[in-house]
């Protein structure tokens, strides 16, 4: 069977009555706002993505964590906080990615929470820069139920890989990917689907053809490139892909740069799903990294009382007047990845 094909049938499978019905009243209360005008809301996320740290090993320009930049408190998931909220959304969540900034492997109990959520019938990913795939956690990761597996990539050679992945070894991420593989084909499971992330910047998009052969030949059921988001873009940056169809930016005849993304007045994510950090505070979207704009805290309330909140229901209706108006939407483009 083709392999996103198994993966498509995979998520298929966690859907129930309840998911399909929260998911039809999320989709319709969305258009039913863009057409009026009006933010309106019903039901609950559809997707969200917990934080299980925000602790990395590497340095990677543009990240907070590689950069340790953070203006926000640094630590580790609560085990107790992290089952509280799943038990509350478990009927009508049906996908739940463990990241947002960190590497999740770091987080001693990782796989536990990996376990917890799977057993509920959720939908689980997560991404990992694949240097703590030992045998023992790739072994582990497959009995967990995880879904889906995005090891980050970035190059083909570890001159080139390096120049983003500082400090990182492409042996390590490899060596990891193909004990993970072993260990999936060894259980005879089937999961997690395996997912090779390429982020395209200007010093590895020559190596684009080499990464679908690398690809191919390591045995992962699926490659991604994706779009690199530039914080201080406007001038240009040497990170800047020149392929245009890698690019988030567009030059202008003046040389400099600006984000190809017209801003019109609508973001699906603040509709079906949202991004919780470490210690539980409820942001947009991952473009939130330092979460500036919190709208909840789910130590302090349920999550259905803040997802329906003032405060969420004044951010969605700035986005449907112009998402110019939110300072991290002028640097977003919905759509990121180019899938081989």
């Known amino acids: 069977m083709n392999r996103n094909l198994q993966d498509g049938l995979n ?3 966690k859907l129930t009555r309840k998911r399909v019905w929260n998911a039809l009243k999320v989709i319709y209360s969305f258009y039913e706002s863009k057409s009026t005008g009006k933010a309106l809301h019903r039901g609950l996320p559809m997707s969200i993505s917990f934080e299980p740290t925000t602790s990395c090993n590497l340095r990677c320009p543009e990240c907070p964590s590689g950069l340790r930049s953070f203006t926000r408190p640094t630590g580790m998931l609560d085990g107790d ?3 509280r ?6 009927d009508t969540l049906l996908y739940l990615i463990f990241y947002f900034q960190g590497e999740p492997y770091l987080h001693p109990k990782f796989l536990e929470l990996v376990s ?3 057993k509920k019938g959720i939908y689980t990913a997560t991404s990992t820069n694949a240097h703590y795939l030992t045998d023992a956690a790739a072994r582990r990761t497959v009995e967990s139920g995880l879904d889906r597996l995005i090891v980050s990539i970035d190059g083909t050679t570890q001159e080139v890989y390096q120049q983003y992945r500082v400090g990182g070894k492409l042996e390590k991420v490899l060596e990891g990917t193909r004990t993970i593989l072993k260990w999936k084909k060894q259980l005879r499971s089937k999961t997690p689907h395996v997912v090779f992330q390429f982020l395209v910047v200007r010093p ?4 684009i053809e080499d990464a679908k052969r690398l690809a191919k030949e390591i045995g992962v059921d699926e490659i991604g490139f994706k779009t690199a988001q530039i914080y201080e873009y406007e001038q240009g940056d040497p990170l800047i892909p020149t392929i245009d169809k890698y690019s988030r930016y567009a030059q202008n005849t003046d040389g400099t740069y600006r984000i190809k993304n017209s801003l019109d007045g609508h973001c699906w994510k603040m509709w079906h799903s949202c991004v919780i950090t470490w210690d539980g505070k409820v942001v947009p979207c991952c473009f939130d990294k330092d979460a500036h704009y919190r709208l909840g805290d789910v130590s302090e309330t349920s999550f259905q009382t803040l997802w329906q909140s003032k405060a969420y229901t004044d951010f969605r209706q700035a986005l449907i007047r112009s998402r110019s108006e939110i300072e991290m939407c002028k640097n977003c483009t919905e759509g990121t990845q180019v899938w081989a």
Request: hydrophobic letters at 40%; a negative charge; proline letters at 0%.
């Open 81 to 83: 906080l992290f089952k």
């Open 85 to 90: 909220t799943i038990d509350e959304l478990a």
């Open 11 to 13: 998520f298929l499978s």
């Open 204 to 207: 590895n998009e020559h190596q």
């Open 116 to 118: 917890y959520a799977s």
